[in-house]
């Protein structure tokens, strides 16, 4: 099955300076990646995707790139705020077989 | 997108009781994932639920422990059968839109005394 590695699982980063988050996944047959943000006592929100189709994707602050050779994909942020502090989780999913795969997730700390 | 009302958002529930957490989605979805995620941990899938046939069940998870109802393209049920402490969890349905995007509930946090 696949197997999806996440790093790093805690980072911590001065407000305005950009943050980088990695994925790696094991199956080749996924292709579509999902970041997710979490926030305390509440469930994961989708803030943004990728298909295997595509090698970047950007929404206003966000991006996520993806290098399918190497099968690893990545959640950018740029500029960030306090209010980006979280936990995010990447996913990989094949749409031929139903489930995703979840990462163990990194929490982000942005100090003001 | 899609918005699922999850409740109940807590409980505190009693060794040997079943709690029953249901989920609402705002339009029709084929697919409904029940998820149990520990604190500071990961999402681990339950099962999945889809309309008009039996939930697919992971590794570790039996249908007598989590039985899981999906009567129609908009509802699902879990329940949690003879509790233990070691359920104490939190619980998240989400549902995917076109095979794709998930979108969560807001989780029903549980404490088995």
């Known amino acids: 099955g696949e197997n999806v590695e996440q790093h790093p699982s805690t980072l911590s980063v001065q407000e305005g300076d950009s943050a980088v988050i990695k994925c790696t996944y094991s199956?080749?047959?996924?292709?579509?990646f999902p970041w997710y943000k979490q926030e305390l006592g509440k469930g994961p929100q989708l803030i943004i995707d990728i298909r295997s189709n595509v090698g970047e994707k950007k929404d206003q602050r966000i991006a996520v790139t993806l290098n399918k050779t190497a099968k690893h994909f990545s959640l950018h942020i740029t500029e960030t705020q306090p209010e980006d502090s979280a936990v995010y989780f990447c996913a990989a999913k094949n749409t031929n077989a139903g489930k995703s795969t979840f990462g163990d997730g990194t929490t982000l700390t942005v100090k003001p | 997108s899609a918005v699922i009302s999850q409740k109940p958002s807590r409980d505190i529930c009693q060794r040997g009781t079943s709690l029953t957490i249901q989920c609402q989605v705002d339009?029709?979805?084929?697919?409904m994932f029940w998820y149990r995620q520990q604190p500071g941990q990961s999402l681990t899938l339950i099962a999945t639920a889809n309309q008009g046939s039996e939930a697919t069940y992971e590794s570790g998870f039996v249908i007598d422990k989590f039985p899981i109802s999906r009567p129609n393209l908009t509802f699902s049920t879990l329940t949690v059968s003879n509790m233990s402490p070691e359920d104490s969890s939190i619980y998240l349905c989400?549902?995917?839109?076109?095979?794709?995007?998930?979108?969560f509930g807001q989780g029903t946090r549980l404490t088995v005394v």
């Open positions: 989400s549902a995917e839109i076109q095979n794709t995007e998930a979108f």
């Open positions: 199956d080749s047959a996924s292709n579509y």
């Open positions: 339009s029709q979805v084929t697919m």
